[in-house]
């Protein structure tokens, strides 16, 4: 932990809403105005465009920004392959994908001097990186900072959820506070280092390979609620001068490669664009609810999703239990028995899940994959069954979902882990029959 990481990220300004077309500049003068590539560009830097999307892709869906650096991102020597660790990717044929109920405890303590990728660690997930169609779900475990190294993905985009110890996120468009109740979005080939602010840090990554993730459409809920787009903050433009030797690692189709520069590559003076970098705060998400009868399907809490070629059917969701009021009359409140064509993990990041009474701890995750049955565990449906039906303010906790359109299959190091947990099923077993013909 730096003392002057900490410092930094308390004095950070931000620019608000998500999908805008930002702009941003270190050094005044440092943009060009009426043209995004002069024959010389202002203060000797160099102009580059990072291409998020196809260029012929809609407008609205267009994904693209422009950056003023001090050297070009094509200077650089030749990449080649180092040890993934613990990182792995789709297609994932290592294991098979299992129908049953899965759930792990938080990881194990890192060794001492493990930053934010070597101490990534790879559950599992479904798709196929190279085709840009799918996911990955991650966890990470460090104590030290990214020191003199900077990593990218070609992959997909990251967004990280911070469980314990905050984040000081460096990227090329400038610098962004992640800590526990935040969620960061790091774009496909933003280049990023990671501090910390803490003395450690653990948290989630969902690995998004397929569209990039959007606010979801409000349809009949109207034009307010959910996540608000001007919640999301996105950095200002801010740079390192260094002629330090850097270690910039990329991962590619699978696979870490890793090139030394002579300089540090998150020289970026200036940029504007709508391919960027995002921080939100997911206690600002505006829950919407039943106010008579029945739990609402957890959709309605969606804040990003990654859309597929099948309308309403999402590559990936990103879903957050709030805090929120519970009024619903006649009503099981908790989270209702179902299988679904989906397939869910939930990771929890402090307090307790109002469907588990034991077991899901902050750190931890649960694997329901496609059609399996789950629900309230037997101490939960006895007590809410039972409970006096006034309104209840659920504030005791803050759990989130990433949900995919396909099975994930587990990595052969999540089946196989210590801190899975065996006895994940017995949680059900106390329930009885209530049947009276």
Known sequence: MSEQARKTAEALEYLTGFGNEHSSEAVPGALPIGRNSPQRAPLG??????????????????????????????????????????????????????????????LPEPTPGTDFLSGLWTLGGNGDAAQRAGMAIHLYAANADMTDRVFSD???ELLIVPERGGLLLRTEMGLLAARPGDMALIPRGVRFRVELLDADARGYVCENYGQPFELPNLGPIGANGLAAARDFQAPVAAYEDSDRPTEVINKFCGNL???????????????????????????????????????PDPSIFTVLTSPSDTPGLAG??????????????????????????????MGLIEGAYDAKAEGFVPGGGSLHNMMSAHGPDHETFERASAAELKP??????????????????????????????????????GLQRHFRA
């Open 257 to 295: 490669w890793s090139a030394t520069y002579d300089h540090s590559p998150l020289d970026v003076v200036a940029w504007h664009g709508s391919h960027v970098p995002y921080v939100y705060d997911m206690r600002r998400f505006n829950v919407l609810g039943s106010i008579s009868y029945d739990h």
């Open 45 to 106: 830097l160099y102009a580059e465009q990072l291409s998020g999307s196809a260029f012929t892709e809609p407008r609205t869906h267009n994904r693209r920004s422009w950056l003023y650096r001090i050297r070009p991102s094509a200077a650089h020597p030749p990449f080649t392959r180092i040890d993934n660790g613990a990182l792995r990717s789709a297609p994932f044929t290592e294991s098979v994908a299992d129908p049953n109920r899965l759930r792990w405890n938080p």
């Open 316 to 345: 990936v969701d990103f879903v957050v239990f709030a805090p929120r009021w519970l009024v619903g009359e006649d009503t099981f409140r908790p989270p209702y028995f179902h299988r679904n064509v989906m397939s869910e993990y």
């Open 154 to 156: 070609s992959d997909g």
């Open 392 to 429: 209840q303010k659920i504030d005791d906790g803050l759990a989130f979902m990433f949900e995919t359109r396909w099975p994930i299959t587990a990595t052969a190091q999540a089946a196989g882990a210590d801190h899975l947990q065996r006895g994940y099923d017995d949680v059900w077993q």
